[in-house]
C-alpha cells in the first residue's frame, strides 16, 4: 500500500462521493448520484438501432440510454441486430455514452479480453524470469481466441492461485455467452462497478476509508478542496496563476506569469512547476476534449521545449492518459484528452444552458444536512426556493421518502420566494 494515497468514502443521502488522497492534496473526485447511476464499464447486450454510415458508426438501445459505436471493418452491422458492448463513457450533454465491441473484464490479477487474441503484461513488472514465467503462463492457460492484460499484481510464486483465477474468469464468461444466446436485449450482462469500484480499482494499493453523511469530507476538509476544483483562476505559491476556461468544444488553459516572484535564474523551475500543477488540474478537474495551453512568449526557446517534457513525463507518472499534439502556429500547446463524462465542473455546476447540475449539489447538500442535524426534531421542514423544492421533490423524491422514513417523521418542504437558488433553511416546523 502507497502511503501517500487515500480513498474517501462518503455514503450521502442520494449520491456516492469518492475522493482520492494523494500526497495530502485532493487528486481525484468520483460522484455518483442516484438520479444518474454510472454506466461506465457495463458491459450490455444492446440492441442496434440505427446505421449512419456517413458518420461511420451506429447507435444502440442500452436499456438506459442510448449508445454508440464506431463501425469497424470487416463487421457490417445490422439494425435491429443484438451486439454485446463495454461502456467506455457515460452519456455527455446531449451525446450519446461511447462503447465498444473490445470487452474488458476486470480481474484482481488480471483483466480479461474475452472478444480479443492479444495480451500484454503490465509494464511494472520489469524481471525478465518473471515475465518469462507469464508468457509461458498465458500460452498454457488462456484460449487462443482469448487475451488478457497481467497486473502488477500478478504473483508468479503462486501460479497454482493465479491459474484457478484465470480459469475462474473465463468459465464466468463462457456461462454469460450461454446467457447472451438465450437473452433478448437490451440487457445489463456485467453492472458497472460504479464510482466506489472504479476508484478502488483505478488506486489498488490506497488506504480506504468508507464514511457516511459528509463526516469523512468534513474531517479530511475536502468541501473547501472542491470548492477550489471549481475556481476558474488556480494561484501558485510564488504568485504566478493558471486560469481554467471550460466551454462545450474546447478548454482553454492560459498561464499568467506576471505577478510570478520567481527570479530569472528559477523559470526552469517555474515551468516545471506549472508543467505538474496543469497535468493535477486536468485530472482533478476532468477535463477532457480539446484543450490548448497558452505559454507565455519567452525569448529562450528552451524554457518551452522544457515546459513541454515536464508536462509530457508527470502525465505518464500520474497514468494520465493525454494526446499532446504539439504547438500550434500562434504558439497554443493543443491536447486532447478521452473523455469519459462529464467535468467536475459540469457536473456540480452545469452551464449557463443549464444550471440543474447546480440546483441538485444544492439539494443533495440540504438533504444531507436535513440527516446530521435534526434528530430529535418532531416536524423537520427545509425552506427554500422554489426551483429547489421542484428539484427536491422532482429528481430526489424516493431519496426525500428514505430520509423521512430514518428520522421517523413527515419532512416538510416550504417555498420562500426572497432565497435565492442556492440558499435554503432547516428547521423544526412550527404547526
Not at 474517501?8 to 481525484?28: F, Q, Y
Not at 483465477?165 to 440487457?187: D, G, M, V
Amino acid at each position: 500500500m502507497l502511503a501517500n494515497e487515500k480513498i474517501i468514502i462518503d455514503r450521502s443521502p442520494g449520491e456516492i462521493r469518492v475522493a482520492v488522497i494523494k500526497n495530502g492534496r485532493l487528486a481525484n473526485l468520483f460522484i455518483e448520484r442516484s438520479n444518474k447511476p454510472w454506466l461506465r464499464g457495463a458491459v450490455i447486450l444492446a440492441r442496434i438501432t440505427a446505421i449512419r454510415k456517413k458518420l461511420g458508426a451506429s447507435f444502440l438501445d442500452l436499456g438506459t440510454a442510448s449508445g454508440y459505436i464506431e463501425n469497424r471493418k470487416p463487421a457490417k452491422p445490422i439494425e435491429g441486430a443484438s451486439i454485446v458492448v463495454q461502456v467506455l463513457a457515460d452519456p455527455h450533454r446531449n451525446k450519446s455514452a461511447r462503447v465498444s465491441s473490445n470487452i474488458c473484464v476486470e480481474g484482481n490479477y488480471l483483466n480479461l479480453y474475452p472478444t480479443a487474441e492479444r495480451s500484454s503484461i503490465s509494464r511494472k513488472i520489469k524481471s525478465k524470469k518473471k515475465r518469462g514465467l507469464i508468457k509461458q503462463f498465458i500460452a498454457d492457460n488462456i484460449p487462443n481466441n482469448m487475451g488478457v492484460h497481467i497486473k502488477y499484481s500478478f504473483d508468479v510464486s503462486d501460479l497454482d492461485l493465479m491459474k484457478a483465477t484465470a480459469f475462474e474468469q473465463i468459465a464466468n464468461w463462457k456461462n454469460l455467452s450461454e446467457k447472451i444466446l438465450r437473452s433478448r436485449p437490451p440487457l445489463t450482462l456485467i453492472p458497472s462497478l460504479g464510482a466506489v469500484g472504479f476508484a478502488i480499482t483505478k488506486y489498488p494499493e490506497a488506504k480506504v476509508c468508507d464514511g457516511t453523511n459528509g463526516e469523512l469530507f468534513d474531517q479530511y476538509d475536502l468541501e473547501f478542496e472542491i470548492s477550489r476544483a471549481l475556481d476558474r483562476k488556480v494561484l501558485l505559491d510564488d504568485g504566478a496563476q493558471l486560469v481554467f476556461d471550460e466551454a462545450e468544444a474546447l478548454t482553454a488553459i492560459d498561464i499568467d506569469v506576471g505577478s510570478s516572484r520567481t527570479p530569472r535564474s528559477g523559470l526552469d523551475s517555474l515551468v516545471a512547476h506549472l508543467a505538474k500543477e496543469i497535468i493535477w488540474q486536468i485530472r482533478l478537474r476532468d477535463i477532457a476534449g480539446l484543450i490548448f495551453v497558452d505559454f507565455p512568449r519567452f525569448r529562450d526557446s528552451n524554457i518551452k521545449e522544457n515546459f513541454l517534457k515536464v508536462l509530457q513525463a508527470f502525465a505518464q507518472c500520474e497514468g494520465l492518459s493525454l494526446i499532446i499534439h504539439g504547438w500550434t502556429r500562434t504558439g497554443l500547446l493543443e491536447i486532447t484528452r478521452p473523455r469519459n463524462g462529464s467535468s467536475l465542473k459540469e457536473l456540480l455546476v452545469g452551464t449557463v444552458e443549464d444550471d440543474t447540475p447546480a440546483l441538485e449539489t444544492v439539494a443533495l447538500t440540504a438533504l444531507r444536512c436535513l440527516l446530521k442535524e435534526t434528530a430529535g426534531v418532531a416536524y423537520p421542514e427545509i425552506v427554500c426556493s422554489r426551483s429547489l423544492k421542484r428539484t427536491i421533490n422532482g429528481n430526489f423524491e424516493k431519496v426525500l421518502r428514505d430520509i423521512s422514513r430514518k428520522l421517523g417523521s413527515t419532512i416538510f418542504l416550504t417555498e420562500d420566494g426572497k432565497m435565492a437558488k442556492d440558499e435554503f433553511l432547516i428547521r423544526n416546523r412550527i404547526k
